[in-house]
């Protein structure tokens, strides 16, 4: 499969989704927070929510992908086996767990599939294997943690025209999903043709405080990309990343967009998404308020594409009739709202996913902000939802998108 996204709305082919999985029952009402979840999520219900989004993407002839799937298939070749675990395993384990996970005795390739997304506590370990770690605290601590959020595929990795973006998270407890979607990208027959723009295996993973996550990546046409600065994103970043696109020629401009630095606004795409061309969904209250946008377009020097940085003087509803090359429809959320907007702005309504021109799917529980899309033309797919919102994402944020159709 060739990948390919040339904007947000035409219409989705393919997708790489991950269903979740044990790693949710790792969570406490201890831990809860340092794993980035305000709740603890019903497991066997939020997998029938799951489900049913994933039907409800099936209806719309999207094609998808799992990726406890993919590794599984990517985990047969024990050299990729190695070289993933080592990764997995770099900072957080002695080099004895790292090579009895790798050598494949303990663990059949669906356990060990289990224990990269659930991790694996001490007692675990020494129950497998008869051999005994020195872990601090009980045997109940965590060798390898687990990744609760690894639901939410947008964040990890993003494709950028005809290359995947491998990102780079801010909270370390997230760092392992960019590495198996890396792997994934990297080594699986369907995609290891396509290139990696930015952040592939040569690179470092790890290179604090350059991070990036997908959730702020939204692709506006075949030239321009809107970035969101945001909690997760650094600023640095989006300059590295720009260069990166306009060195492949993927892209003319990026737009660096800053959002506030809070929980409820993590991402650039919890307060905007494009529904078609010309057409945004998005939060009034943060993006009314938007500082400045600062413009990147690519510079020769000394026979090297760098990413020119200016200030921008349109606004950004300019920038967006100019990028989509139309007249300009903004849908508040709830209509706009003030109070049902802030309400379901937690509920992730602005996280809408266009599966084709003025078709979403989105969170049921978001009435209003469907009535007002519904008013102006968009056919709303709303899926349950009473688990799936408990990770603080919407169905945009549980998606991949690998491939839409060309216009």
């Known amino acids: 499969m060739h990948l390919r996204i040339d904007n947000e709305y035409d219409r989705l082919e393919a997708v790489l989704v991950h269903r979740p999985g044990p790693e949710l029952d790792r969570l406490t009402y201890d831990n809860m927070r340092q794993f980035l979840f305000e709740d603890v999520p019903y497991l066997r219900r939020i997998q029938q929510e799951h489900d049913a989004f994933v039907d409800a993407l099936r209806r719309e002839d999207v094609n998808v992908y799992y990726l406890r799937d993919v590794l599984a298939d990517v985990l047969a070749d024990a050299n990729v086996r190695a070289e993933l675990i080592a990764e997995v395993c770099a900072a957080p384990l002695v080099p004895a767990v790292a090579d009895e996970l790798a050598a494949g005795d303990h663990w059949s390739r669906d356990e060990l599939i289990d224990v990269l997304f659930a991790g694996l506590t001490a007692r675990e370990f020494e129950q497998r294997t008869a051999r005994r770690v020195a872990a601090p605290g009980t045997d109940a601590h965590f060798l390898l ?3 609760p959020n690894a639901y939410f595929t947008r964040d990890p990795a993003v494709v950028v025209r005809d290359a995947a973006v491998s990102c780079k998270m801010h ?6 999903e960019t590495l198996l979607i890396r792997a994934a990208l990297e080594h699986h027959p369907t995609w290891r043709d396509n290139i990696i723009t930015y952040g592939g295996s040569g690179e470092p993973t790890e290179d604090r405080p350059y991070t990036i996550e997908g959730g702020d990546v939204i692709i506006l046409s075949p030239q321009a990309v809107l970035v969101g600065a945001s909690a997760r994103t650094r600023s640095e970043t989006i300059e590295l990343l720009a260069e990166k696109c306009f060195h492949f020629g993927h892209v003319q401009r990026v737009y660096e967009v800053p959002i506030p630095a809070e929980r409820a ?3 650039l795409d919890t307060v905007i998404t494009v529904i078609d061309r010309g057409m945004v969904l998005w939060y009034s209250k943060v993006m009314q308020q938007v500082a400045y946008v600062h413009r990147y377009e690519a510079l020769e ?3 090297q594409v760098r990413a020119r940085r200016m200030p921008e003087k349109r606004s950004l509803p300019d920038i967006l009739r100019d990028e989509f090359r139309t007249d300009l429809t903004i849908i508040d959320t709830a209509g706009g709202n003030e109070l049902f907007a802030s309400r379901e702005q937690r509920n992730d309504a602005a996280n809408a996913l266009a599966v084709a021109p003025r078709t979403v799917i989105t969170y ?27 990770g603080l994402g919407g169905p ?8 839409r159709a060309q216009p």
């Open 265 to 267: 606004f993590m991402h």
């Open 171 to 176: 909270h370390r407890e997230r760092v392992r």
């Open 145 to 147: 943690s687990p990744i």
């Open 396 to 403: 945009r944020c549980m998606t991949m998108p690998l491939r």
């Open 364 to 390: 049921e529980r978001n009435e209003r902000t469907i009535a007002a899309l519904e008013a102006h033309g968009v056919r709303c797919i709303g899926i349950d939802d009473s688990e799936l919102v408990r």
């Open 301 to 303: 020097q000394d026979g």
